[in-house]
């Protein structure tokens, strides 16, 4: 007899919500026993199709995470029983190794009934991650495999979001895959001397991962709305698993207050509307609220790092009433403290046009023109290429009223921009100069 | 007697794309090798086939990264064969090998 209309959305939904929220988890606790990644994700993807069926005869369980991992276990263990003999001659390299007999029993406990508290499945998702963004896979390798293997994402719409085709992304994360076996990459938490540049990595990988979806290189606006959301999903879950590590939750509030503006960084035309000229009656409050909240909790306790810092200034435009009323100098002094802690040419950028608010144009010009003197002689070239360099300038010769000079900045900003959105917002700037 | 480290270079996309009989045919030549380098008196210390280069990973200070160390004024300067219990262990290792102005590759040994 078939379902009624409305309980197979329900079941459609609840399986929808479970792939969102306990994919990382179903797969992390598989992997430790199908010892291989590939054989782990389409047990998983089993487990996922086998509840649409199971769960519209039976209902929606207590624990849809618990009933997905024991359900993809089961199947793991199965075909690693009857394919033992044909497997790759490099599974995952998984620690510590499990007994089989012992997991056996485990799962058959799990069945009878160890559902409601989970605490009978040990939470893998650490393990899963710091293995995905491990450095001696590539930082596209690591941004594809956290996308696919934490996030669940298909391997299309990886490929749509960073604009490459189906089959090079596909190529990319096999390549990686036979990377972590061949290589043996242990699938493991670093320990503790290792966990700093390891979390760095980790980190580093979910901002990428936003800003990818938050810049909107070349438009394909969908997809990258959906990375935005990802990264603070990634964020969310790093802070529950490492509720310790201040980076974590810095990471997390800079995140959340970025995003807080960015039903405001457009327009209703989808032109790019500057920090300067937003409504800040579109920020999301809520967002704020809570960014401002973890920014607190990650300042606190000996220097700060680098995500704190930055969601530290975050906090302060989120706060400000105008951008006139910025609090530019205290802006200034955060990003004299990130120079410390994370040195790099764009943070100095970044500080020019702080300056130029606490100080007026010319001293933002000034730091400027240092910058780019480090270019012209190669002591530091990394702003090479680098579009917000010209359109800094561009804005405070502007501002001073230097017509041809901004005009010449802004036609060199221009030939570095692809993106659709800051293309047209700087020929506005440009038509604007008269 | 003095000892030798021969290196081979080949063609690893020509490797990717080699039928079974060919790897065989290879297979047959290295034994073959070995008889060759006793007829002439030498002697194979030991030696080995290494994975494809995408499993390889460069340290050149304290900075990791995938792929095979990218050699422009720097030529291979000497080698150790280590056993480690996995990845981050071994490239642990690679980073105390003493170097002057250079780097180290790890490349998994192919197990057959």
């Excluded at chain 1, 499945?121 to 941004?143: N, S, Y």
């Excluded at chain 1, 493991?188 to 990818?212: F, G, I």
């Excluded at chain 1, 700060?304 to 205290?330: C, F, K, M, V």
Aim: charged share 25%; glycine share 6%; hydrophobic share 45%.
């Amino acid at each position: 007899m078939p379902e009624p209309q409305g309980a197979a959305d329900e079941v459609r939904s609840a399986v929808a919500d479970a792939h969102r929220r306990e994919w990382a988890f179903v797969l992390a606790a598989t992997v430790r026993v199908a010892g291989d990644l590939d054989l782990a994700e389409e047990c998983v993807q089993d487990a996922y199709l086998a509840a649409l069926d199971a769960w519209t005869r039976q209902g929606v369980p207590n624990s849809p995470g618990a009933w997905l991992t024991t359900t993809a276990r089961r199947r793991a263990l199965d075909l690693y029983r009857r394919q033992q003999a044909l497997r790759n001659k490099l599974p995952l390299l998984v620690e510590p190794e499990p007994s089989h007999g012992a997991l056996d029993d485990e799962l058959d406990s799990e069945f009878v009934g160890r559902f409601g508290d989970g605490g009978a499945i040990p939470d893998d998702r650490l393990r899963l991650v710091f293995t995905c963004c491990h450095p001696a896979l590539g930082v596209e390798a690591q941004i594809a495999l956290t996308l696919r293997l934490v996030c669940g994402l298909t391997t299309r719409q990886i490929a749509d979001a960073f604009l490459v085709s189906e089959a090079t992304m596909a190529a990319r994360v096999t390549r990686a895959k036979k990377k972590i076996a061949a290589a043996r990459i242990p699938y493991r938490v670093p320990e503790t001397n290792e966990l700093p540049d390891r979390l760095r990595a980790v980190l580093s990988v979910v901002h990428l991962v936003y800003t990818t979806g938050h810049t909107d290189p070349t438009g394909a606006e969908l997809m990258q709305r959906e990375l935005a959301q990802r990264a603070i999903d990634l964020a969310r879950m790093l802070l529950k698993l490492m509720p310790d590590e201040r980076e974590v939750r810095g990471l997390l509030a800079l995140l959340l207050l970025t995003d807080a503006r960015e039903k405001a960084r457009t327009d209703a035309a989808g032109r790019l509307v500057l920090l300067e000229d937003q409504d800040r009656t579109l920020w999301n409050q809520e967002q704020i609220k809570e960014g401002s909240f973890l920014v607190t909790e990650a300042l606190r306790g000996g220097q700060p790092g680098r995500y704190a810092l930055q969601a530290a200034i975050a906090a302060l435009h989120s706060e400000a009433p105008t951008y006139s009323g910025t609090d530019w100098p205290q802006i200034v002094r955060l990003y004299d403290v990130l120079m410390c802690v994370w040195p790099s040419s764009v943070v100095a950028l970044n500080r020019a046009a702080a300056c130029a608010m606490a100080d007026g144009p010319e001293a933002g010009l000034a730091e400027i023109a240092e910058l780019e003197r480090h270019l012209d002689d190669k002591r530091d070239t990394s702003l090479a290429g680098y579009r917000y360099l010209p359109a800094a300038k561009a804005d405070l010769l502007r501002r001073l009223g230097r017509r041809d000079e901004a005009a010449q900045a802004y036609q060199e900003a221009l030939a570095l921009t692809e993106g659709a959105v800051e293309r047209e917002f700087i020929l506005r700037r440009l038509a604007g100069l008269g | 007697m003095a000892e030798y480290m021969i290196l081979i270079f080949d063609d690893e996309a020509t490797w990717a794309a080699a039928a079974q009989d060919e790897f065989d045919r290879m297979l047959t030549a290295h034994n073959r090798f070995a008889e060759q380098v006793v007829e002439l008196g030498g002697k194979i210390v030991s030696g080995h086939a290494l994975q494809p280069s995408p499993t390889a990973t460069s340290i050149r200070g304290d900075v990791v990264t995938d792929g095979p160390f990218a050699e422009t004024k720097e030529a291979l300067g000497g080698y150790y064969l280590v056993e480690a219990e996995d990845l981050d262990k071994a490239l642990a290792i690679g980073k105390l090998v003493p170097v002057l102005n250079g780097g180290v590759e790890v490349r998994p040994i192919m197990v057959f």
